[in-house]
Every structure is written in structure tokens, then in C-alpha cells.
């Protein structure tokens, strides 16, 4: 929880999530994209204590081991990063113009 009260890594995050670069977050990883206010529209998931938080930022909780929606990449535990890993790497292979446009979790 340290990060998520700590300015200058929200910031920090805010303004890389703002490259349009992949992002991921495992088990309570999306707590500074949520504090940094970049998940609204998202699809993500995490652990489910989480998701509480997670619909209050405007984003749509999915209970599912790993979930890719436009840049963001989220798993729920770290159990799940045999699952994970490969989604990371085929995101990671897409240009970040591709990526972009693929922000809202209907696309």
C-alpha cells in the first residue's frame, strides 16, 4: 500500500501509463493505476479484495487469471504468472500506436 499514498511513484505512474507503453499489475499491483486515476474504462483484474476499489475508479472488474485490455495486463495472484508471461510478451511485441486505440473495454 506504500506506493499508493506516496506522490511521486502515483505520479510517476500516471505518466507512464500516459506513453501508451504496457502495463502490468498482479494481485494488488492496480492500486497506484487506480490512485494515479488511469483504469476508468478498463477492464483489470486483481485480487478480489480489490475490486471494490476498482468499480469505484470507474473500471469493470473481471474474475479471470489474466486479463488484456488495451495496454493493460493484470493477473489476480502471483500464482497466476505462468498464464500471465506469455500475454505480457505478446502485448509487449504490439506497437505502442496499435495499443492506444484499444483503451475502452468494449474494443
Same mark, same amino acid.
Given at each position: 500500500?506504500?506506493?499508493?499514498?506516496?506522490?511521486?511513484?502515483?505520479?510517476? =505512474?500516471?505518466?507512464?501509463?500516459?506513453?501508451?507503453?504496457?502495463? #502490468?499489475? @498482479?494481485?494488488?499491483?492496480?492500486?497506484?493505476? @487506480?490512485?494515479?486515476?488511469?483504469?476508468?474504462?478498463?477492464?483489470? #483484474?486483481?485480487?478480489?479484495?480489490?475490486? #471494490?476499489?476498482?468499480?469505484?475508479?470507474?473500471?469493470?472488474?473481471?474474475?479471470?487469471?489474466? =486479463?488484456?485490455?488495451?495496454?493493460?495486463?493484470?493477473?489476480?495472484?502471483?500464482?497466476?504468472?505462468?498464464?500471465?508471461?506469455?500475454?505480457?510478451?505478446?502485448?509487449?511485441?504490439?506497437?505502442?500506436?496499435?495499443?492506444?486505440?484499444?483503451?475502452?473495454?468494449?474494443?
Amino acid at each position: 500500500m506504500g506506493l499508493r499514498i506516496n506522490r511521486d511513484a502515483v505520479g510517476f =505512474v500516471a505518466s507512464f501509463v500516459a506513453t501508451g507503453k504496457p502495463v #502490468t499489475a @498482479i494481485c494488488r499491483g492496480p492500486w497506484p493505476l @487506480i490512485e494515479a486515476d488511469v483504469v476508468r474504462g478498463h477492464r483489470l #483484474t486483481a485480487w478480489p479484495s480489490l475490486w #471494490t476499489d476498482l468499480r469505484n475508479a470507474g473500471a469493470q472488474p473481471v474474475d479471470q487469471e489474466v =486479463v488484456v485490455d488495451g495496454w493493460f495486463i493484470s493477473s489476480c495472484s502471483p500464482a497466476d504468472l505462468a498464464a500471465s508471461c506469455p500475454r505480457c510478451r505478446t502485448v509487449h511485441r504490439r506497437p505502442a500506436a496499435e495499443l492506444r486505440g484499444r483503451n475502452r473495454w468494449w474494443t
